[in-house]
C-alpha cells in the first residue's frame, strides 16, 4: 500500500518515523534523570547534534508528554541551536513554559502546536501526504493522572499508525478513532500484556499490526520488562495481529 514508513528505534519510546524523504522524531530528546529506562546514549546525542547518520534529516519535532523518559525542554532548546526544523508538537504546560522552551520557540518563529484540550482531535495536514492528529489521554497509574498526556494518530498517506505512549488502557478506549483502519498501533509492554489477556482494556483497535516500544535496553532492565514481554509473546494467540518489537537501539521495521 503505497511506499513505506520506515520506523526507528533511538532509546525508549523514541522513535525516527522516515516517509516520502520527510523525518519526524517522536519522544526522542530527553535526559537522564528521574526515571528508570534505558537514556538516550551521549555519542547518539552528538549525532543528533551533529546531523549525522541516521539524523541528518528531522523537519519535525514531537513529544506524548512532559516526563523526563519523553522530553527534556532544555535538551530541545538545545537541538534547535544545531538544527532547524518545519515545526514541533508538544504539550502546553507550565513546566515547559518555565524552561523558556515557548519563548525560545517564539523569539525564533519556530512553528509550534502547543497541545491541549483546544487543540484535542485536531487534524493538522503539515505535508501533501502527512497528518497529525494528538488527542488527550489520561496517563497511566493514578499519580500521573494530572499529567498532560497525548496520543498521536499520524497519517503517511493510506498507513494510519497510532502512537500511545504512556496511555491509560484502563480508561481510554480509543472510540473517536475507531472506524479508522490502522496500519499499526505502538504499544508499551504494560499495553501489550493488557491486550494478551484480554483484560482492564475495554476498547477497540482496529489495526493490521502491534508494535512494542518503550522497552529498556538489556543493559538497562531493572525492571525486569524483558524477560516478561518474552513470555508475553510467547502466549500471543497465532490468530491475533502480527507483532513487531523494537528493542534495540536503531532497530527499524518497515510499514
Known sequence: MGEKLRVTLIANAGLLLEYQGITLMLDGIYGKEG?????????????????EQPFQKIDYLLFSHAHPDHFSPEMTMEFLRHRTVKGIFLPQTGAVTDSGLTAYLRERRIPCVPLSAQTD?????????????????????KKFQGVRHFCYLLSFGEKNVLFTADVDYTTEDFDAIRAIPLRAVFVNP????????????????NTQSICIYHVPFSEDDSLRMRPVLAHELVEWPPEKQETFVLCDAFQHIDL
Open 121 to 141: 482531535h485536531a487534524v493538522y495536514r503539515v505535508e501533501p501526504g502527512l497528518t497529525i492528529r494528538a488527542f488527550t489521554t489520561k496517563h497511566l497509574d
Open 190 to 205: 504494560l499495553f501489550f500484556g493488557v491486550l494478551r489477556r484480554g483484560k482492564f482494556f475495554h476498547g477497540h483497535l
Open 35 to 51: 526515571h528508570p529506562f534505558s537514556n538516550l546514549r551521549p555519542e547518539v546525542w552528538q549525532r543528533m547534534l551533529a546531523g
